[in-house]
């Protein structure tokens, strides 16, 4: 099983840049096109930026232009680079297969508040 480990959260000012990480054991990570989710409180969690093995990314509306996601095969590693970070991207942030089949890690905690 592969798991899933997250990490690059804070806390972070208005307009400002995190890069999350995430870190996948196991060779298997290269066949799995690859997503970012975050959960606000009292929200349903949702899909922000996903990526395809070949490196094919899609983004929601709300982070397009913002968020830069990418991957590094070799490394099992998925990044997410947020930009303009605003108080609606406060959220514990997920990454997970796209659709989402592997078990959910703990997530990394992303505050935006002045």
């Known amino acids: 099983q592969v798991q899933l480990v997250e990490s690059g959260g804070g806390l972070v000012q208005p307009g400002g840049s995190l890069r999350l990480s995430c870190a996948a054991s196991?060779?298997?990570?290269?066949?799995?096109?690859m997503g970012w989710y975050r959960q606000a409180p009292g929200k349903e969690r949702e899909l922000v930026a996903a990526i395809t093995p070949g490196g094919i990314t899609n983004y929601a509306d709300s982070v397009k232009g913002r968020f830069t996601i990418s991957r590094d095969n070799a490394k099992n590693t998925v990044y997410l680079q947020m930009n303009s970070l605003k108080f609606e991207d406060t959220a514990v942030y997920y990454c997970?297969?796209?659709?989402?089949?592997?078990?959910w890690g703990q997530g990394t905690q992303v505050a935006v508040s002045s």
């Open positions: 196991g060779s298997i990570f290269r066949i799995y096109a």
């Open positions: 997970n297969a796209q659709p989402p089949g592997l078990r």
